[in-house]
């Protein structure tokens, strides 16, 4: 795991500045503390900051092909790099090292932009061709590494991270107003924008060229469902099934150096110990973090049982409220966008943790998305399924749910009753489902003003466009679609490369890997939910390898009691930021609104995400706008 960064200037006449890639880098030394390198050319400017995984002594990158005319900034692992060089030697290549970088180089030279295509692993990658001026920025399928870049028209710059871009002092940070709406409606940040103008992210599966002044995206893989016939085989896939796990695992833990696993007591995290300990040679270490609040499931008695099974070293710690306060302004500049992901403070803290024994980790993040394990997608596919049968029935279900909500208070219910008129793609908005109820009470306009009723126009496109392209797939896979576009690599994989590596730990997800998502693309949906079962082929997989206490137990995600500490210790400060002066001067919400927010919480509960999104959105305007560079 590193940090790649880079210039490339349009106008030959004018020189690169080295200076400022060597800024960028020291913006990101935490990505990579063990080593640091420059490449220097007419044009371009490529830097590097290295975490050691992977052929210790002799991996220093920047890496050049045998003469010198193609070099490569490289930030990820390839797992199948073995197998690719000993094709490549047999093609005629010479290599220096042991490492997987060199190979990216020689396939390159072997394929062009077609490399992409025999790659397994995560990875974001710049590659400059002297020959031809040209630079070759790439993206893993999936986007488990990030990168992002800005071009002002006479130059080019990249980075792993936002704050190494802004490293540049020609870089302006202005605040994108589509970036607000796209924020408030997904409470992170999809697809190509930033919440700075001009800021971009190289969207998972695509690769950036540019060359002769010019610059073009195109995309290289995608997410493909089939919809085979139900039970099609099942018991046949549930053992393929297992053995590609067992096969991927063994995979993702190539490594020079300790690897362990972040073990949340869940069915994922425990198989993926189960597979871990097969394959490993010595006793492997495991990393638990819980919290001390009846409000919330500790999840530290399951972990103790999966590490007791399989005789793991673990270790465990638990956050406070006020270890999560002294964090946010962190938080903040670690993850460099907004996000409402009060989890990813805790992966910080069990990654610190982990970084005292390892530098590598395998998370088991990613088998719900694949394998549609939340309850939300088995309850809007009954509810899809509900609207198909006609308007009798849809008018029966709306009256219940409607009263449910009313009598029993529930807002479940209530949304629910909501959704029976508007079709999926209307509602849909990845994992934060709807935007119809999100921050209505913030503002009085009703148009596409940032906290308005209505999606804004991005929002709406963004999700609009992807519901076509799976136009003919059922509502599961629609919304696993979706979440695998937004959701996933915009929220969840952010938050897993941002807080590890601000601890220089490479994360590992073996349930992303794309060979993994396509196997699941392929299964039909009864295989992943039937009844009131969801991932029903992965536990299947799982079982007599996995406790039955763990592998019966109810999902409980990754739980934080950020809501009972928003009603408590941490009210008075986080309400303080939020009637600030500044804050309230940004322009974004009325005052009184924010004010009656705040105060229906105190009285009711709820409402913390939101009030986690407005403080994360405050402390990014003081981290990235407002600070000096």
Known sequence: MCGICGQVVFDERVAPDSGIVKNMLTAMHHRGPDDEGIYVSPTAVLGHKRLSIIDLSRGAQPIANETNTVWIVFNGEIYNYKDLRRDLAGRGHTFRTDTDTEVIVHLYEEYGEECLQKLQGMFAFAIWDDRRRKLFLARDRVGIKPVYYSCNGKRLIFASEIKALTADPSLRREVDPDGIDLFLTFNYMPGEKTLLRNVFKLNAGHYLVAENGKISIQQYWDLAFETPPPEDGLARKTAELAELLRQTVRDHMISDVPVGVLLSGGVDSTALLSFAHDHSATQVDTFTVGFDDRTVTDERPFARIAAKTFAANHHEMSISAQDFLEFLPQYVW????????????????????????????????????????????????????????????????????????????????????????????????????????????????????????????????????????????????????????????????????????????????????????EFAARLPESAKIRGLTTKRILKRAFEGRIPQAILNRPKTGFPVPYESWFRGELRAPLWDLLQDRKTRERGYFEPSRVDMLLNDSTRNGGSASEIFSLVTLELWHRKFVDATP
């Open 334 to 517: 670690h993850m460099e966008e907004p996000v409402c992901e009060p989890p990813a403070v805790a992966l910080y803290y069990v990654s610190r943790l982990a970084s005292q024994r390892v530098k590598v980790l395998l998370s088991g993040e990613g088998g719900d998305e694949a394998f549609a394990g939340y309850q939300n997608y088995r309850n809007v596919m009954w509810l899809e399924r509900a609207k198909r049968a006609g308007w009798p029935v849809t008018r029966a279900l709306a009256f219940l749910l409607a009263r449910a909500g009313r009598w029993g208070r529930s807002q479940r219910a209530r949304k629910y009753s909501d959704l029976m008129k508007a079709p999926l793609s209307a509602h849909y908005f990845s994992r934060t489902w709807s935007p119809l109820n999100r921050f209505s009470r913030l503002t009085g306009d009703s148009g596409s003003k940032p906290g308005s009723r209505v999606p804004s126009p991005a929002s709406a496109s963004l999700i609009k466009s992807l519901f076509e392209k799976v136009a003919d797939q059922s509502p599961l896979n629609q919304m696993l679609y979706v979440d695998s576009k937004t959701w996933l690599p915009d929220d969840l994989l952010v938050k897993a490369d941002k807080m590890t590596m601000a601890n220089s730990v490479e994360l590992r997800v073996p349930f992303l890997d794309h060979k993994v998502l």
